[in-house]
């Protein structure tokens, strides 16, 4: 079928626990990422060179912050 000019898809509504669940998958996919740049760093400072591995450390840290700036704004926490 083609859409017609001006036509628009209907999205699917989703419940806030299935919400949650979606960016809970997506974001420990950033979480594994971060600590992963950052091992990769800790690497680097024990075999490259010092000035190489923080780099690479500061990067994941950039990433966790991301991370958490993305969770904070997307989720009220409760305390």
Known sequence: MAKKRG?????????Q????????????KF???????????????FI????IG???IVVGVVVLVLFMMLIVREYEIIK
């Not at 626990?17 to 420990?28: G, Q």
């Not at 490259?48 to 000035?51: F, H, N, W």
């Open 7 to 15: 036509e628009f898809k209907v999205k699917k509504r989703l419940t």
């Open 17 to 28: 626990s299935e919400e949650f669940e979606i960016m809970k998958l997506v974001l420990d």
């Open 31 to 45: 979480l594994w990422l971060g600590f992963g740049v950052m091992a990769f760093g800790l690497y680097q400072v």
């Open 48 to 51: 490259a060179s010092s000035q």
């Open 54 to 56: 923080f780099t690479w």
